[in-house]
Structure formats: structure tokens, C-alpha cells
């Protein structure tokens, strides 16, 4: 399915269904981050333990900041907001109202606000922050063909058309409290 009206895609997330989408490098999945019936099949979908955590990403940094506990890193704020739009991820103290079916667990989230124009289209038209994962079985390579993301997930999410990215690798991820590069070069 792939929903032409920005309601009808609005209604589909507020339901609790799973997206695939393009991101900078890979496809995606994501559902709407607060709905825990919708993050639990994704998390079945992939065959992921809760435990790893998800990232979340946004359009902007007003709809990433209520993720964010932005009093533990008042000191890195700036650094973060000039990053995006950007391909880093960052880990920063998660808020209270973060639930613990997104972070694994963890006091720390991994958030994001990217520049990729569908992701930017889609959190704008959804209203919200989406959870975001390669779009893969756990294990598994992630995808970068549009007919293998369609024979692996068939009719169990909803396409989100478009190109992606052209990097090569997953975004970069950053500990925003240490400075350490969790993930990438």
C-alpha cells in the first residue's frame, strides 16, 4: 500500500502501522515511536530484541527536542543543533516521557534530525518523530533495492516512496557525553 493523501498516511501511522521508507543510505522502518503495539511489530517484523534500542529520527530539532533531557547536555546543545539536518546520530540523556521500548533500557537515546528530503516530508506530514531502523531481518544485510524491500516485507508496511540518500554507509553515531564514536568512521 502506498497512501497518497497526507491524512490517509496520518490515520495508517496513528493506527500503529510500520513505514519503509528511503533514508541517506539504506531503507528504513519506522512507526510512530510513543505507540508500543506499533514499535513491538517492528520489533517482531525484524526479529530485533528490544534491548538494542532504536533510533528515532525527526525533521527538525523542535520535533526531536522532547526526546531529548537537553538539562544534562546544556553544554553540547549547540554542537548538536549545528549538526542537523545532518547524517549523525546523536546519544543524549532521553527525557522522562521517553519510553523504554525505544532506548533498550538505556538512559540515553539515539536521535537524529535528517536532511533526507522524504524523512523531512514525512515526519512534517505525520506531525511526529518516527522510530527508524535499517529495513532488515536482524542479521541480515540492509536493503538498497526497492524490489528486495518489497519481497522481504510484502504487504506487512506501508511504502513510502523515493530515492535514496547515495551514502554509502548507516549514520554516523556519536555518545553527545563523551564525545566517543559509537558507530562509523
Known amino acids: ?22 533514508t541517506e543510505a539504506v531503507f528504513g522502518l519506522g512507526c510512530d515511536p510513543l ?8 520489533l517482531k517484523l525484524k526479529q530485533r530484541p528490544m534491548e538494542k534500542g532504536l533510533i528515532v529520527v525527526a525533521d527538525t530539532y523542535e520535533r526531536a527536542s522532547p526526546f531529548i ?14 549538526s542537523w539536518p545532518g547524517f ?19 538512559d540515553l537515546i539515539a536521535i537524529r534530525v535528517s536532511a533526507h528530503p522524504v524523512i ?3 515526519c512534517g506530514e505525520l506531525e511526529s518523530a518516527l522510530v ?29 516512496h523515493g530515492e535514496l540518500g547515495g551514502a554509502e554507509k548507516p549514520s554516523l553515531i556519536k555518545n553527545a557525553l563523551t564525545g566517543q564514536i559509537v558507530r562509523g568512521n
Request: aromatic residues 8%; hydrophobic residues 35%.
Open 1 to 22: 500500500m502506498n497512501p497518497s493523501h497526507p491524512q490517509e498516511l496520518k490515520s495508517l501511522f496513528q493506527k500503529g502501522k510500520i513505514f519503509a521508507y528511503p
Open 35 to 42: 505507540n508500543e503495539q506499533a514499535v513491538d511489530n517492528l
Open 69 to 82: 533531557d537537553e538539562v544534562l547536555i546544556l553544554e553540547h546543545v549547540e554542537d548538536i543543533k549545528a
Open 88 to 106: 549523525i546520530t546523536w546519544l543524549v540523556p532521553k527525557s522522562k516521557n521517553v519510553p523504554d521500548w525505544i532506548t533498550g533500557g538505556s
Open 120 to 122: 523531512q516530508s514525512l
Open 132 to 160: 527508524s531502523t535499517s529495513a532488515n531481518i536482524t542479521g541480515q544485510e540492509a536493503i538498497k533495492d526497492q524490489k528486495e524491500l518489497e519481497d522481504v516485507f510484502g504487504d506487512q508496511v506501508i511504502y513510502i
